[in-house]
């Protein structure tokens, strides 16, 4: 294992700051039955009069009982977007320093490299999409500050193998962050039972996929205590609003549903599978651990407007490198799924 230095990963003026304290920072550990005239709200009562709990504490108590994980190693934000960005300016110098992104891949890290002015290198997935650790490792520098790896991948679907993740995590010195936002829909476990034995590791998952709350905006980030102690001094005191929290608490507390949802994803996506093997234009199935199917065809431009004329919108994923005519659909209900294979074998 490499030497890591979280003091010297950190940005020198990140390092100095202490985070916004505000009114409501101080009111929960008080008590009840406070007259509150501390933050100039209307004191006209409804659900969202007063500022949510900037740190969410009743959220993060019932994610981190779900999770097996403690509340101070959680970090929360406005999507997965959110908390990715807050890695972006407190850990990487603009102009300066780099990441390292392994297409094809999820596009948001690139764009916030891009936002953050970032250095964002490319090493590519292999042919049957695993990370290429050695090239990977050959390209950090002493700039390089984080290795973003999603798995399961999005677009491909695979997730990348323990060992590879394993080699990356023991032999880079900056954070490897792993995007678990499909880790509900594979067999593989996730990285959060490891997150003790890496001090380099921070994972991320999100409530808009499995969970069904995209509309909501919740990106969960977990760390150490001390990386997650690094970012709630850059975060905005209110990140995460009232509505959300509510209804994120509410939605945590009904495993039953989404359990069920999953499932039934899960077996819809064993159909589809079976299904598209029989279509002539479908070349290549990708075996997914995730709510979508990566498909390649004989041509997916024309494919992907043929699809469109028909009212069914997939994603065509083919000016991603690895992906040359492919299209992403996502695992949708019965009836919708039925709809793409009709289609399908309408356009034959
Ligand atoms: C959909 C998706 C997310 C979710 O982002 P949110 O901002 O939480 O909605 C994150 N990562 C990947 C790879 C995704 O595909």
Do not use: H
């Not at 093997?277 to 990566?294: C, M, P, R, W």
């Amino acid at each position: 294992m490499r030497k890591f230095e979280l003091n010297k990963l950190v940005r020198p003026n990140v390092d100095g700051l202490k985070p916004y304290s505000s009114a409501r920072d101080e009111y929960k550990s008080v008590g009840e039955e406070m007259v509150f005239l501390d933050a100039n709200e209307n004191p006209f009562p409804s659900d969202v009069n007063r500022y949510p709990d900037p740190q969410q504490r009743n959220l993060k108590a019932e994610l981190g009982k779900i999770k097996g994980i403690a509340a101070e190693n959680i970090l929360l934000g406005n999507g997965s977007d959110e908390v990715l960005d807050l890695l972006f300016r407190a850990f990487c110098e603009p102009g300066i320093e780099n990441i390292i992104t392994l297409p094809p891949t999820y596009g948001m890290y690139s764009v916030l490299a891009g936002i953050n002015n970032i250095e964002n290198r490319e090493v590519l997935l292999s042919r049957d999409f695993q990370p290429q650790v050695q090239q990977i490792l050959e390209i950090v520098d002493k700039n390089t500050k984080m290795i973003f790896l999603c798995s399961p991948n999005n677009p491909t679907g695979n997730s990348f193998s323990e060992e590879s993740v394993t080699e990356i995590l023991k032999n880079f010195d900056g954070l490897v962050v792993i995007d678990e936002a499909y880790i509900d829909f594979s067999e593989k476990a996730s990285w959060l039972k490891k997150l003790k034995n890496y001090p380099n590791l921070v994972i991320t998952q999100t409530l808009s996929k499995a969970y069904g709350l995209a509309g909501i905006r919740l990106g969960i980030l977990y760390a150490s205590v001390e990386i997650i102690s690094i970012l709630n001094r850059i975060k905005p005191p209110y990140n995460v609003n009232q509505l959300t929290q509510e209804r994120a608490l509410e939605e945590l507390k009904d495993r039953e549903k989404v359990n069920m949802q999953v499932a039934d994803i899960l077996k819809e996506r064993a159909k589809l599978n079976k299904a598209l093997k029989g279509i002539e234009l479908v070349k290549e199935i990708y075996d997914s651990d995730a709510n979508f199917i990566l498909v390649k065809v004989d041509d997916a431009n024309r494919r992907y407007e043929q699809l469109l004329e028909k009212g069914i919108v997939v994603r065509n994923r083919s000016s991603q490198p690895l992906c040359e005519n492919t299209l992403r659909s996502t695992v949708g209900t019965k009836s919708e799924n039925e709809k793409l294979l009709e289609a399908l074998k309408a356009i034959q």
